[in-house]
């Protein structure tokens, strides 16, 4: 990292990450909730409404079943700290937030896996069968996304000899020759898969069912009310939008803040939420036209995004 | 090509009880429908103040699965014997400060149910009612423009 | 100095079983149990001292053993595991002074789990193969009696002892011909000459050594396919000895491998190393698959022993492959990684067997179905189990993580590379690592959120209290370490390096932590395990106080939603059963658990079930298909071979002769 | 004593031991092949007295003495009056016959001296030359064990065997120190009391004790 950067500019971009992010994520569902409507021909909720539900949820009662231990209320309160953390210190504007040489990819996914753990610890906390099974899909969905995303990384860190976000964008920023490679074509695919299956989404996952049977992130939340409610919607839409601005950075890493200055930061942030408002739209007309997968076809999905991920790898053996 | 939202009259004047709730949601209203009897013509309508025509989700209303993410209950149908008791716990387990919508003529007064062996009440015997919807079945267009009058849109 | 010290450890080793065989009851436990502590004390200081010095600790007497005498030489690898096996001796022996469950009370027991303890200690310092053996086959007999103390009371422990006696022994003869082997093709017994000589030895004498010395470690280890008495005597072991042999026994295995694969042998041809991964993947995936479904909490523990023993073994794999195709930095990295993880592996799996046997004890059955809301009742026990768990899943704040990274980091820097057998071997690792990682994390999702989290499902566990003192002093210091180690690794670092150095005997020129952060010299990117735990927390606490400061109204105490039903009991809970079973479902035809149904029906009409019982059960593939068939051959030999002894005297006699002529025909 | 008859003499005796040896294969009955034992005992004996004289060793003259006094007289008595029951009847139906034991008998002297050659050579004196003949007389001794039914040819064989090994340690180390000799007699005496308590006791217990009646024994 250059050492241009001064103290000041790095912890701005830090917090101005963490902004964008805790902003950025119920806007980005009130956006991809607006776009799902227009295509079912409705006119549908503001774009606002998710902040609009969640300043009414943080007014709201706490209540929490009698025998649970002090896990439960602490599992939400994690989920989204380790958000945070990643929000803070990975690459979404500029390639050098604060504590940026630390940002490892490896690092990435295992903070957001102590996320969903807390979560399941959470929601098996209750003691209720919703909760028993709503944990036991999302830690097996978790399970079994793992590989996938690890060898999908272990294809993007190869070209960039090393897995730190921001020196793999950096690389990718100047050899653009590479985001054309199969390799790289492939690994995204992976990506978005992965992405699908951890944040719930379509086809994996139906976050608007009411059937509980059919739930499978929705289940693990059902006891929570109130504040504790707001901070897992909100961290679910925080990991959808950081998730989205890796992919966006990691796979058209153009207009991303390379230099201190708020001109840069201020290019930076219009290119990030223009890309990532384009892959969320993208997300959400792809969600209207795909029905939810049986819970047991999903492992086969994403047995074909760990095959894809090895490709990738081996790819890079072939292909220069 | 798409058909155009039906216009829903503004709610007009509202009882105290459900302007203070209205200032508290601010256009944000999630209630859990609770069927405590009912014979399903309410429920009918219910489904269709959701489909593009009434479009009840453009003023923030909607629909949750769980009581405890609600802010309310939807209740329809008179109170039978059997749904008593669950009703009770439902709106136990919303969250406090909670409301009660009474959709259709049974779940104000029982309707033609009215003395049956199995009915135990209105809905108002068994929870507290803050709004209630009058009809057999209610117009959809009513029953949003109630629900706007809850969530102040 | 250090060599008094090794010499005070043995004596102190001995003089606790000693004690414990003499002193009357009172006093036995404690008597023996401070007196190993003692010793482990002196060897923990002796292994610090030479990981810091560097230069050997020497003992040598010719006087206790025949052939070449007994003789000790701790070098700075054997070190790291004395270090080891000495801090998680003194917990499991403080983790002692409370336990009193198991038979380990008796004179017996209090004699042999010093002498247990001691060999833990020696076995790495051993320096010529008959210390070595004998230090070996010590050890193993020691931790058999011990697994053997619970017998009258359980009849399972015995079939357990069987299979643990048969496996270890078989293990120690493939090693001791894989040593006897090297000694005598080399011409001395000492470590240090057989790796000078050992490099101009036949390649078949080498790799013949070395595939036995795999085999005879690997069983120790428990790596797959010679894993299966692991799951069946670790459970029936008492607490505090599940504990030592999960934690430390199973390190002498890599301890053994490495040192005969790199340090006798000075690393082989790439196949080796190859073979060393694919055992390792195996494990990994097979113990993490059977431990992710198991319901019994011990035996879910072991098997996630022969799932991280596979880890460590693929980065073993890794590093000799390195080193075999000339990367000798990058072999040094792996190597360092998986020593770590061995030390890592050693803390929080310590931590973890220690109070499953607290929960046994409180609650009188570690079978995960019938556990249960322990986190309240157990109010210490509990949050250290929950520590162990995270740290095993490899979560952030804590040590697993940083092992988990840096085997992750010694793969992906293998890539881009021309060698065929690197580039493919090493994805895949990273697959299997990768698989590994989320069905660990899965696992104690499962045995914490079951065990500990919500209802209980059994009387035992609801009037589970908390232990005593000493048993969460023992796992709670274990899972302080854990603790520490995620955030400071730099502790340990630096002395794995030169450990790994010594036995790899190439030192690598850049460190590998930098103050707080640890990563590969000469490439962009770090890790600060440390500042990722302390964002962790600032966020952590800035989050709970932000919900504080939104909603002051107390939290109101409810019933669980159960849409509105009326009762809420344990049993509509999930159980470890349950919340396996979609993994069941999907790898089906690698565990293919069996699952028989038996209905029986009213009198009256057959179509009337009166009662229903399914029984699941899932059996260990390797057992069934390749511990069952042998079982049947050797039944059929045996009985075969009872035929020839028909009770004639003649016969035996002739037998006799028939030997003698032999006997004098060879010789002639 | 001079070389050349000290050579001729120790053959003669350890000649005479073997030749007791094959005897005791030839005979069918009990009584005379107790008496040829005792011959084999003495011939033992003369061994050892022929080594101290060559050697003026006393400890082997003493440890001489105890070989004939317990192996050439004591032993035979006690078998004479342990058989005394069956003492007419003779070895009705040997496990091998008598010509199958004789070329036996042949083959392994014939063994015994392919294999004793090396020793021979290794030891290098002119006792040593005769170790094949210690090996012969332990080899027959064994076969007699395998191939007799009677309990008492047992206890000859047994005899025979640990007359082999006294020849062969008597000639080997050219001196057998007295203690061992005196030890080793006395575990003989000791084994052969035991034996014949055993066979007597089976004599009562089945009347005619044939050892292959005993098969049914087994689980």
Redesign the interface.
Known sequence: MNSSWSYVSIAAVSLLQVMLVLLGGPLLLGLMRKVR?RM???????IR?PL??L??L??????????????F??AP??L???T??VA??APLLATNPA?G??A?L??VV??F??GS?SL??G???????F???G???A??I??????????AI?AL???A???????IITRSLAHPAWLATPQRVLALVAFVIVIIAESGRLPVDNPS????LT?IH?AMV????????A?VKLAESMRLVVLLTLLADLFIPWGIATAPGPSHLAVALVATVGKVALLGVALAAFEVTVAKLR??RV?ELLAGA?VL??LA??S??VVP | MRARPAEVADPGDVSPGVQSAAQRLRGSLQLRHVDAGSCNGCEMEIASIFSPVYDAERFGIRLEASPRHADGLLVTGPVTRNMAEPLRKTFEAVPRPRIVVAVGDCARDCGVFRGAYGVEGAVSDVVPVDLEVPGCPPDPAAIVRALRGLAGT | MTPALLVATALAGLAASLAGAVTPDRLRIRVSTSLTIGACGCALIAGINILHSGHPAVVHTTALMPLSGFSLALDRFGALFVVISAVVGICALVFRLGYIGHGLGSRTASCILPLFVTTLLLVPAASNVTTFLFLWELMAITSLLLVLTDHAHRGEVQVAAQWYAVMTQLGAAALILGLVLLATRTGSQSFAVIALRSAHLPTWVRSTAFVLALVGFGSKAGAVPLHVWLPRAHPEAPGPVSALMSAAMVNLGVYGIVRVGMGLLGGGPTWWWLLVMFLGALSAMFGSLHSATSRDLKRLLAYSTTDNVGLMLLGVGASGLFASTGHRALAVVALVAALLHVVFHAVFKGSLFLSASSVQQATGSTDLDGLGGLLQRMPVSGPIFLVGGLAIAALPPFCGFVSEWLLLQSMLHGLPSSDVAIAVAMPIGVGVLALTGGLTAFTFAKAIGIGLLGLPRTDGAERATEVRRPMWVGAGLLALLCLVFGVAPFLVIPAVVDAAGVVTRFHSAGALTHGWQIGLPGVPGMLAPGLLALGLLVCTGLVALARGLVRRSPVRLTEAWGCGRELQTARMEYTATSFGEPLTRVFEDVLNPSRDIDASHIAESRYYTEAAVIHTSLEDAFERHLYRPADRGFQRWGALARRVPNGSVHRYLAFGLVALIIVLVVLA | MNGSSYSSALTLAAGAVLVCAVAILWLASIRSVIKMVATQGIALGLVAVVLGVHLRDAGLLAAAAVVIAVKGVAIPLLLGRASGGDSGSRESRPLVNVPASLVASAALIVLAFVTGRSVARFVGTTAGALVPIGLATLLIGFFVLVARRRPTFQIVGLLMVDNGIALTAFLCTAGFPFLIELGVSFDVLLGVVVLMVLSQRLRIEFGDIDLDELRELHD
């Not at chain 1, 929601?123 to 069968?129: N, Q």
């Not at chain 1, 000899?161 to 020196?167: R, Y």
């Not at chain 1, 069912?209 to 509980?212: A, D, F, K």
């Open positions: 409507c079912e021909g409705r006119v549908g909720p503001p409404q609009l539900d300043r009414k943080a007014g709201r009662e706490r209540t929490r079943p009698e025998h649970t231990s002090w896990v209320p602490l309160v994690v989204v700290a380790t945070l953390v803070a210190i504590f040489w630390s490892d490896f690092a295992f903070l896996l102590l753990v399941a610890l929601a098996l906390d209750t003691g209720t069968a909760g028993g099974m944990a036991s899909r830690m097996t978790g399970a079994l996304a793992e590989p996938a995303l690890l060898v272990l860190s190869v070209p000899h090393s897995s730190n976000l921001p020196a069912t009411h059937l509980e739930m929705e059902l006891e929570y009310a109130g504040p504790d409610l901070l819970l047991f492992p760990f991920a090895i790898v081996l890079a053996l």
